[in-house]
């Protein structure tokens, strides 16, 4: 089992760029989660689907799509690339589609930086 | 508001000695409380679970314990590594059909030989 596949691990884009960050599991669990973990700050929740076809908002969700096509696959759609959205992205992954008693797996992350 | 308080913020100490982190939490209704180790440079790794019937929980040398009277959880590694070196996370979550977990900001621990 490869767990929660990201990709890339790190990507520079310039203000206004458009890219997508992609999140694979093989688990075949239901609920997958974008996070954002900033210095000093705690991870925050930036989407969410509790399965395929669909999803829904966290914390911080401006500036961010998603979709969820497959229970394997969730991208995350940077639209226009701003320096606040300068962080490392972490994307996770639980069997429950109730998260709030199971173990979480997560990605290696990806390094974003805006310039 | 939901928070998590996570004390202390950094934390030095020799290999095999013990050490105690501290998680204070606001979030209501309880459900759950979760341990992660995060090494420099990647995603988190689950230490435990703990729902509010549990008070104790062992993951080899990590121990958590939870106070769901006073909102208290605390994570007790013993006869520490270096490998131990990490950042430690609280996450608690709410029940009643909330998906996003409140996450403490960490405790940086550097384990010297």
């Known amino acids: 089992n490869a767990g929660v596949t990201q990709t890339p691990k790190f990507q520079v884009l310039k203000t206004g760029q458009s890219m997508t960050l992609q999140c694979a599991q093989d688990m075949n669990h239901e609920y997958m989660s974008w996070y954002r973990q900033d210095p000093g700050m705690g991870l925050r929740l930036i989407h969410y689907?509790?399965?395929?076809?669909?999803?829904d908002q966290g914390e911080v969700p401006n500036g961010y799509n998603v979709s969820r096509s497959t229970t394997e696959d969730f991208p995350l759609r940077l639209l226009s690339a701003a320096p606040s959205q300068t962080s490392v992205y972490f994307c996770a992954s639980s069997y429950s589609t109730v998260p709030t008693y199971t173990e979480a797996f997560f990605g290696q992350g990806t390094r974003l930086t805006v310039v | 508001k939901n928070q998590v308080e996570q004390s202390p913020q950094s934390l030095i100490i020799l290999e095999g000695k013990n050490c105690t982190l501290q998680?204070?939490?606001?979030?209501?209704?309880?459900?759950?409380l979760r341990w992660y180790k995060q090494d420099t440079g990647r995603g988190p790794v689950s230490l435990t679970i703990?729902?509010?019937?549990?008070n104790t929980k062992s993951n080899g040398r990590y121990t958590a314990t939870l106070d769901a009277d006073t909102k208290q959880s605390s994570l007790h590694i013993t006869a520490s590594q270096l490998s131990d070196s990490a950042s430690y996370i609280c996450v608690v979550s709410a029940s009643g059909g909330s998906y996003i977990p409140t996450f403490g900001r960490g405790t940086s621990l550097i384990v010297h030989p």
């Open positions: 689907s509790v399965g395929a076809g669909i999803t």
């Open positions: 703990m729902t509010f019937s549990e």
């Open positions: 998680c204070n939490y606001t979030v209501s209704p309880f459900s759950n």
